[in-house]
C-alpha cells in the first residue's frame, strides 16, 4: 500500500501488505447544498438563542470573535453572511469590531490576515488581534467557582454584544474545539490558560478527546458565560475542507450540536491498537506546538510500548511563543509536576503541552519525528526520534518492533478521532 501525505516535499512510503491495518482519514461528504445555504440556515435557526440579529438590535459596540489561521474555519466565507445579518436589524457597520483571538499563539501576517478573513472585511471594519503578553490589554474580572482566574481582553468587556466565530474538531484540552473556547483561549489573559489547560494535564487523552462534557471544557464554558458571549456561530467542515454543518446559538446548546455532527466526519473506528501508528498532523502543521495534535490522536491508536511515527513539516520549528519547551523537553506529569514546584517551568500552558506529549512519547510509546522544521537534534533534546523520511522511519520502527508490526496510518491527523471496533463514537 501506497500512502501519500499531504505535504509538498515530503514523500509517501509503502506498507506491506501484510502489515498493514489501514489508512484513515475523516469522511467526506457529497451533498449539493450550497455552503453559503448550510451557513444562512443556521443563521435562521438558532439553538438555544433568538437570531442574533434580534440579540444585536440596539446594541452600540459589536465585537464578532474569530479564530486565527492555525484553524481551518473558513472566516472570509462566514462573516459576510453574519454581517448582513447583523444589519437586518439596524446594526451599522462602524458598531462592528473584529478580534481575532490568538490565544497564545504568534500574530498573524498581513497575508495571513487578508486570506484568514478577506481583503473586503479587513478594508470595512476595525479589525485587532489579541495579544495574550500585552498586560495593558487585559482586565481581571473575578474568578470561576472553580478558581480560575479570569483575565480578558478589554475589547471583550466594552463590548455590549459578542458573537464567537469557530470550527468543531476533536480536541485533546478541551474535548472539542469550537464553542466558549473563542474566549478562552482565544482572547484570555495567560494565566486564565494556564489554569484550565494545566486542570486538562490531569486527565488521559481518552478520557477528553471527543467528549463533549468533561471538567476542562465545562470549565472554559464557565470563563465564556462569565465574559459574556452572547452565541456562537461554529462549523463543521469534512476532510476536503468543505462546509457540512453549521450551528448557531447557544455556546453550550449549539456547540453540542455541532460535535454530533463532528464526531460524524472525524471518528473513525480501527480495527485493533496498532504496533506502528504512522500519521501526519495536518492541518495542524506550523510548528510543533500544534502538531502534537497528530500524537494526541495516536495515542488513541498505539498499543503500549508500540511507535508513532510523526511526519509534520513544523516550519517554524518547535513553539515560537513557547522557548521553554526545547530547554525541558517532554516529559510525563509526574516530573513536570516537580519541575513546576521547583519553579524551574513557570508557564503552566507550556507545563500541560509537555505533559500532553510526554505522557505518550515517553510511558506508552517511543515516537519518531520525520519533520524538515526540525532537525535530528533539537528532535532528540525534546524527546523523539528522528529520520529523514518516512521510510526511513518505517525502517526504524520494524527495527525496534520486528518485521511483522502492525502498520495503522493516519492522513488529517491533526483532527482525526481513532476508535477501536467496537468502541462509542457517538
Known amino acids: 500500500m501506497r500512502v501519500e501525505f499531504l505535504y509538498d516535499g515530503l514523500p509517501g512510503v509503502d506498507i506491506e501488505g501484510d502489515n498493514f491495518l489501514g489508512l484513515f482519514e ?30 444585536a438590535r440596539g446594541r452600540k459596540k459589536i465585537l464578532i ?73 487585559l482586565e481581571f474580572t473575578g474568578k470561576t467557582p472553580g478558581g480560575t482566574e479570569i483575565w480578558l481582553n478589554k475589547e471583550v468587556l466594552q463590548a455590549d454584544f459578542i458573537l464567537g466565530i469557530g470550527h468543531i474538531v476533536p480536541h485533546r484540552v478541551a474535548g472539542f474545539s ?54 456562537i456561530l461554529n462549523v463543521v467542515q469534512d476532510r476536503q475542507g468543505r462546509i457540512v454543518g453549521a450551528f448557531c446559538g447557544d455556546l453550550v446548546h449549539a ?24 500519521t501526519d498532523s495536518y492541518p495542524a502543521d ?17 498499543r503500549e510500548g508500540g511507535v508513532i511515527i510523526l511526519v509534520t513539516p513544523c516550519p517554524e520549528g518547535v513553539a515560537s511563543q513557547h522557548p521553554s519547551i526545547e530547554k525541558v523537553g517532554y516529559r510525563p506529569l509526574r ?24 505522557e505518550v512519547i515517553q510511558k506508552k510509546a517511543s515516537c519518531i519525528l520525520v519533520s524538515p522544521g526540525i532537525g535530528p537534534e533539537v528532535a532528540q533534546k525534546i524527546g523523539f526520534k528522528w529520520a529523514p523520511t518516512p521510510r526511513e522511519a518505517l525502517e526504524m520502527a520494524y527495527g525496534l ?24 463514537i457517538q
Open 26 to 55: 475523516p469522511r467526506e461528504f457529497t451533498t449539493q447544498e450550497r455552503e453559503e445555504d448550510i451557513i444562512a440556515r443556521a443563521l435562521l435557526n438558532p439553538i438555544g438563542t433568538r437570531r442574533i440579529a434580534e440579540m
Open 65 to 137: 470573535i474569530v479564530d486565527d489561521n492555525t484553524r481551518l474555519t473558513p472566516v472570509a466565507k462566514i462573516l459576510p453572511l453574519v454581517i448582513e445579518e447583523l444589519k437586518t436589524t439596524g446594526v451599522a457597520e462602524d458598531s462592528i469590531t473584529i478580534l481575532i483571538g490568538l490565544g497564545t499563539h504568534r500574530p498573524m501576517t498581513q497575508a495571513e490576515c487578508e486570506k484568514k478573513l478577506g481583503e473586503d472585511v479587513l478594508r470595512r471594519f476595525r479589525v485587532i488581534s489579541h495579544n495574550w503578553r500585552d498586560a495593558s490589554s
Open 178 to 231: 469550537g464553542g466558549g473556547k473563542i474566549i478562552q483561549p482565544a482572547v484570555c489573559g495567560g494565566r486564565t490558560t494556564e489554569q484550565t489547560h494545566w486542570l486538562s494535564a490531569r486527565y488521559q487523552g481518552w478520557e477528553i478527546m471527543g467528549k463533549p462534557d468533561n471538567p476542562v471544557r465545562q470549565e472554559i464554558e464557565t470563563v465564556a458565560r462569565q465574559a459574556g458571549l452572547d452565541a
Open 255 to 278: 456547540h453540542r450540536a455541532g460535535c454530533r455532527v463532528s464526531l460524524e466526519v472525524f471518528g473513525v473506528e480501527i480495527p485493533e491498537p496498532a504496533d506502528i501508528v504512522l
Open 286 to 302: 506550523v510548528e510543533m506546538w500544534q502538531a502534537a495534535k497528530g500524537i494526541y490522536a495516536s495515542d488513541l491508536a498505539v
Open 335 to 358: 516530573e513536570v509536576e516537580r519541575l513546576v514546584k521547583q519553579g524551574v517551568l513557570t508557564d503552566l500552558t507550556v507545563a500541560a503541552h509537555l505533559v500532553h506529549v510526554g
Open 401 to 424: 518492533l520486528g518485521r511483522r508490526a502492525k502498520v495503522i496510518c493516519f492522513r488529517h491527523g491533526g483532527e482525526i478521532l481513532p476508535v477501536v471496533a467496537g468502541g462509542n
